[in-house]
């Protein structure tokens, strides 16, 4: 028997970025072999538009890998509060090949590319 939820793992960035004329957080990305999800949030409300602009394009939130490769959002997804102060994007991996944590070398929202270790 497997038991999915030992599968998951959450890791804490805590990363500050500038998003649309704000500050916002990269707080945590939460990894299973079926998704990944990311979590931002930000005291100043800019997150407001985050589900418009992450449907624009697909390149509009990638991640990428340490090979140089992407998984561009792919099935998921996405939500926010009224006020813009916490959002988050869930990808699919179902679409994609399995990827291990470690694999994992940035995240890119819109032209910002934020560094991230997800290694035990």
């Keep these: 028997m497997v038991f999915y939820k030992n599968m998951g793992k959450e890791y804490k960035i805590n990363q500050e970025l500038s998003y649309n004329?704000?500050?916002a957080h990269l707080d945590a990305i939460c990894y299973s072999p079926l998704d990944i999800i990311i979590y931002l949030s930000s005291n100043d409300g800019c997150l407001e538009d985050f589900?418009?602009?992450s449907f624009e394009g697909?390149?509009?939130?990638?991640?990428?890998?340490?090979d140089g490769s992407y998984i561009i959002k792919g099935d998921g997804s996405a939500g926010v509060d009224n006020k813009g102060?916490?959002?988050y994007k869930n990808i699919s991996l179902l679409e994609n090949e399995p990827i291990k944590p470690e694999d994992i070398s940035s995240i890119i929202i819109g032209d910002v590319e934020i560094p991230v270790s997800l290694g035990d």
Excluded: V
């Excluded at 697909?58 to 340490?66: A, G, M, T, V, W």
């Design 51 to 53: 589900i418009l602009q």
């Design 58 to 66: 697909d390149e509009y939130l990638k991640i990428k890998l340490s």
């Design 85 to 87: 102060m916490s959002a």
């Design 21 to 23: 004329e704000g500050i």
